[in-house]
Nanobody
Framework: QVQLVESGGGLVQPGGSLRLSCAASGSIFIIWTWGWYRQAPGKQRELVAVFKSGDIVNYSDSVKGRFTISRDSAKNTVSLQMNSLKPEDTAVYYC???????????WGQGTQVTVSS
């Protein structure tokens, strides 16, 4: 099993920046995909950025060039640097991981990001 805990959300003005972090614990070695999803009010949860199978990175088209995902293997953390934030980036951001060994998906509790003036 894998446990995920997010931190770093908050309120920021349009054009500002925030950094989210996700700390993983448990059976880290089973993780295949690791990254971030988000869910805005009234919308479906969507992929933001994930590492797949090691260092392959997938970004949503809506965040390419503005968001950067990174990983610290020594600290078992994955981070999301969000720059040039827009009101439409407002959502609850969830850390996500899955495993091809357990065929399971794991979610953090979510952290609110609000972009507003």
């Amino acid at each position: 099993q894998v446990q995920l805990v997010e931190s770093g959300g908050g309120l920021v003005q349009p054009g500002g920046s925030l950094r989210l972090s996700c700390a993983a614990s448990g059976s880290i070695f089973i993780i295949w995909t690791w990254g971030w999803y988000r869910q805005a009010p009234g919308k479906q949860r969507e992929l933001v950025a994930v590492f797949k199978s090691g260092d392959i990175v997938n970004y949503s088209d809506s965040v390419k060039g503005r968001f950067t995902i990174s990983r610290d293997s020594a600290k078992n953390t994955v981070s999301l640097q969000m720059n040039s934030l827009k009101p439409e980036d407002t959502a609850v951001y969830y850390c996500y991981a899955d495993s091809t060994m357990t065929m399971s998906a794991y979610w953090g509790q979510g952290t609110q990001v609000t972009v507003s003036s």
